[in-house]
């Protein structure tokens, strides 16, 4: 079996169970109190992500892209390592580039990413993963990581996504 570019993502050979553009969302979970070390944004886990983007450690630097990388490695899919940093993702789902595509924020599924601002100056700083379809009180489960330090299972206000994306696959 080859390996197919599409859109940017690189998708790899998987086994017949995995869905074609989905992160390992399961896995994902189960990450869910893994801490950088101190607030230093490393750890030897999060290193391994981040180099398996393809960059280079040092230097440490804001790890939720790496987290959301790795899930979908998992699953086959080789994002491009623009993840690492929020605000260019931003660019790419506006632009439809790079394997991601813009959905509206309230159609998000699990699977989809969701991108917040929690700092001033820029289009997003933040991406996390559903996990699963919003309730009635306009809130959605989701995973994420470099969350206070490391990774957190939330229930977030739909009012504070800045934008949302499917992989295409």
């Not at 950088?36 to 630097?61: D, H």
């Not at 601002?117 to 700083?125: E, K, L």
């Amino acid at each position: 079996m080859g390996l197919l570019l599409v859109g940017g993502a690189l998708l790899l050979p998987a086994g017949p169970s995995a869905r074609a553009a989905g992160p390992d969302v399961r896995w994902a979970e189960r990450q869910a109190g893994l801490r950088e070390t101190g607030t230093t944004n490393c750890s030897r886990t999060i290193n391994r992500w981040v180099r398996a983007m393809g960059l280079r450690v040092p230097p440490c630097r804001p790890w939720c892209g790496a987290f959301v990388h790795q899930a979908f490695l998992r699953r086959g899919v080789r994002l491009s390592s623009r993840l690492i940093d929020p605000d260019r993702t931003y660019d790419d789902i506006v632009a439809g580039r790079r394997g991601l595509r813009r959905i509206p924020v309230r159609s998000v599924r699990r699977g989809d990413l969701v991108l917040f601002r929690f700092r001033a100056g820029v289009r997003a700083s933040h991406v996390e993963i559903v996990r699963g379809r919003p309730g009635p009180d306009g809130r959605v489960p989701v995973v994420g990581g470099n969350v206070s330090h490391r990774v957190e299972l939330n229930r977030r206000g739909l009012q504070y996504v800045v934008i949302a994306a499917r992989v295409t696959g």
